[in-house]
């Protein structure tokens, strides 16, 4: 039995316990792709019950001084829904490392804000040393993300291959070590408020800084982790500024988007077979063209649509390989009807999917549930290779350093030890691409110079579509 009635703050705590459940679930659901729709949903009403609750809250039921909260929602609210409809699936990767960068800025301003706002309530170490931190992984979280931002969009002032110079390890360490410092100094002087004023305001310029320098460094054919990572900082930011304005519910966000972010890092580093500090420090992507050009052995083989058409309908399994360049085309609505022409013919049809192909985690997943391929057609990268070897026909689209077999052979090779798709095991291999061209690694694919592989140039959504109807004219 209750022995009082709750207080405001007690049903203010339900609430956020409720939203964390929330929050936790619809995590879950976002596990697959057939409920992550609905996934995003739960836990978009957890964090509105949360924000809602928050709200009423602080304005102790006079939803009138909320005014100009609401408006900035609205404005929030008009933009998000412009960019969700606007932005392609192409352009998705992008949008998400934009957004992790929103999350880190945010951190850093609410941190800053609030000691501005009342520095004098800062007594407490704990509430302090909580404010460097948000201020240095938000910093580091906005800056890093606009770099990768830059990176994936294929920008000029963020060029794709990593820019590294003498002594760049050293100063990210000493710039790293020197933020934690000042941090602590902020943290153990509580009554000092405008020389914690000026550490702050240094510590966020430093943050800043060092968030371009840790990114720049990091090639193209990384952004995946380095995305994924950064969604890790932008959580822990969020709980940093949890605890300055003793927030539970931003700390249980915080949290999960930090855990979540870094096992996501783990499984990406794992599929690739490196570690985090290769991914920050190996530079990977700047291979030089003589490199590049070492795996070419031999010629490569053209076929036309029609000449692979022959083949596919011939076979009796096919397995659909989709990379980066099916997403660049939008061809993965016209896989799906190449997928089903072959069904009709009583082909048997998978899609191999290795964890990094495309510009962010579960890129392709993504693309061909949008198209509705059936999600138990969609095979991981274990499954996938021990179909490939009893394979008639491996269609990549746009695939590379996930297809490259230098990975395996070649031990001078950076993507050497990398687990790939073994497409080169298939009776015959056809790859859909624009050109001869290197992949985002910039290391030519010995795929494309294997006797059991051909190449059929051009965009891959024409190529996909022109292979359809030559399928339905037989």
């Not at 990977?284 to 010629?299: E, I, K, P, R, Y």
């Not at 090779?413 to 015959?428: E, H, K, Q, T, W």
Request: glycine letters at 12%; a neutral charge; one cysteine or more.
């Amino acid at each position: 039995m209750w022995t009082q009635a709750l207080t405001k703050p007690d049903i203010l705590n339900l609430v956020y316990l409720l939203a964390a459940v929330l929050f936790i679930f619809g995590l879950k659901q976002l596990s697959a792709v057939k409920t992550a729709r609905r996934g995003n949903f739960i836990s978009s009403a957890g964090m509105l019950m949360a924000t809602v609750a928050t709200f009423f809250f602080i304005s102790g039921g006079q939803w009138i001084s909320l005014i100009w909260v609401f408006i900035a929602v609205l404005i929030g609210a008009g933009i998000g829904l412009y960019l969700a409809l606007k932005i392609e699936m192409t352009g998705m990767p992008q949008m998400v490392a934009l957004l992790n960068g929103f999350g880190g800025i945010a951190s850093l301003l609410v941190a800053c804000g609030d000691f501005a706002r009342t520095p004098a309530e800062h007594g407490s170490w704990d509430s302090l040393l909580a404010t460097g931190l948000a201020t240095l992984i938000g910093g580091v979280t906005f800056t890093g993300s606009l770099i990768a931002y830059g990176k994936l969009q294929g920008v000029k002032w963020a060029p794709d291959k990593p820019v590294q110079f003498g002594g760049q390890k050293a100063l990210i360490f000493a710039m790293l070590v020197g933020s934690l410092i000042v941090s602590a100094l902020i943290a153990a002087r509580p009554e000092d408020a405008i020389s914690n004023g000026f550490f702050l305001v240094l510590i966020a310029l430093v943050a800043l800084t060092l968030g371009v320098l840790l990114v720049i460094g990091i090639g193209g054919a990384d952004m995946p982790v380095v995305v994924s990572l950064l969604n890790s900082y932008s959580g822990l930011a969020a709980a940093m500024a949890g605890f300055v304005l003793n927030n539970s519910a931003l700390i249980i966000t915080g949290s999960l988007v930090g855990a979540s972010g870094l096992i996501l890092t783990t499984i990406m580093c794992k599929a690739m077979n490196r570690s985090l500090m290769n991914v920050l420090f190996g530079g990977v992507g700047g291979a030089a063209a003589g490199h590049a050009a070492a795996g070419a052995q031999g010629t490569h083989r053209e076929f036309s649509i029609e000449d692979a058409t022959i083949v596919l309908d011939a076979a009796q399994r096919v397995m659909i390989v989709p990379g980066y360049g099916m997403a660049v085309a939008q061809a993965q609505h016209a896989v799906k009807e190449l997928a089903q022409e072959l069904d009709r013919r009583g082909i048997t049809v998978n899609y191999a999917i290795h964890p990094v192909a495309g510009r962010m985690p579960g890129h392709m997943n993504v693309l061909l549930a949008e198209a509705g391929v059936p999600y138990d057609q969609l095979l991981d990268l274990d499954q996938s290779n021990a179909e490939l070897e009893h394979t008639d026909v491996a269609l990549v689209i746009g695939a590379n350093d996930v297809t490259n077999p230098a990975a395996r052979t070649d031990a001078s090779s950076p993507l050497y030890g990398m687990p790939i798709l073994n497409v080169d095991m298939a009776r015959n291999v056809f790859v859909i691409k624009r050109s001869m061209n290197p992949g985002f690694a910039g290391i030519q694919n010995e795929l494309y110079f294997k006797e059991n592989c051909g190449m059929v140039f051009g965009d891959a959504k024409k190529v996909v579509s022109g292979l359809s109807a030559e399928l339905a004219d037989q």
